[in-house]
């Protein structure tokens, strides 16, 4: 009997210490799968977050910031056109040119996977589109011309952008955003028919409703600035103004012209990521 009872409590002790020798194996197995687990992580997420959102850290290499203040400078043609009630009536079709915007934008980017997700303020200028019609072009026997100009436009949007990285320096983006804008409507020009000459004008600081689209590529120049080429289409909200008649001694109004203002641009951007990092490491 005794003989049994120490087999049996021999047994149990080997099957313990089985059991916890198996423990050990499998904890340091569950270490080592973690530790890879953790590699990769790491690794995917040099690769993953964009290249434009880099700072300095510590040991002087680059890590990617969750979130970052950024400046921008912008600038680029913009290819535009004027709709006008009183120029299609009058000579057809829409007011055309092209002149240069420019200005700026303060956002914060906060890190995404591949890439980051923006949120800025935007403020531009632009110049406008203007158009001589010469009438005796359009009717034998009139004379005089009338010029429509849409000038010293402006937008003030909040944008949101989504970047999308594509190698550790080139990248995506595409986006849009609402607003306000306006520009200065002004048409003003003589009728002359058998010696008699009425002249008509109209004038308006026209404001409204604003938005835009647009997508481009980005290219990281540095540790915090980057660089990136886009297309943008803006739009105005349609407005009216009042068309007036003289002949030199009683004023007459003609009725209202509704008229739009839209654009195409090509738009040039320096982004500088932490703008006010120097102050404060010269601060410390």
């Not at 007459?252 to 008229?259: E, F, K, N, V």
């Amino acid at each position: 009997m005794r003989t049994t009872r120490s087999g049996i409590l021999l047994g149990l002790v080997l099957l313990w210490g089985g059991v916890l020798a198996g423990a050990g194996a499998a904890q340091d197995e569950l270490d080592a799968t973690t530790a890879e687990i953790t590699d990769a992580v790491e690794s995917s997420l040099d690769v993953d977050v964009m290249p434009v959102s880099w700072i300095d850290s510590l040991d002087d290499s680059f890590v990617a910031a969750p979130r970052r203040w950024y400046l921008s400078g912008i600038i680029g043609p913009s290819f535009q056109t004027l709709t006008d009630e009183f120029h299609a009536d009058t000579a057809g079709g829409s007011v055309t040119g092209t002149a240069l915007t420019g200005g700026a934008a303060v956002g914060l980017a906060i890190a995404r996977p591949r890439g980051q997700l923006r949120f800025e303020f935007e403020g531009r200028a632009r110049g406008g589109p203007e158009q001589t019609l010469n009438l005796a072009d359009i009717a034998p026997g009139v004379g005089g011309a009338i010029t429509w100009s849409a000038a010293e436009g402006w937008s003030t949007m909040v944008n949101t952008w989504r970047d999308i990285s594509v190698t550790e320096r080139l990248g995506v983006y595409a986006g849009g955003g609402i607003g306000a804008g306006g520009y200065a409507y002004d048409v003003d020009g003589a009728l002359s028919v058998g010696g008699i000459t009425d002249r008509y004008f109209a004038r308006s600081q026209s404001s409204g409703f604003a938005w835009q689209v647009g997508a481009g590529l980005t290219y990281l120049l540095g540790d915090r600035l980057t660089f990136d080429c886009g297309y943008r289409f803006y739009s105005l909200q349609p407005t009216s103004t009042d068309i007036f008649a003289s002949d030199g001694t009683i004023t007459d109004r003609l009725g209202a012209s509704s008229h739009g203002f839209s654009a195409s641009e090509l738009l040039f951007t320096l982004r500088l990521y932490d703008p006010f990092s120097g102050w404060q490491r010269g601060g410390d």
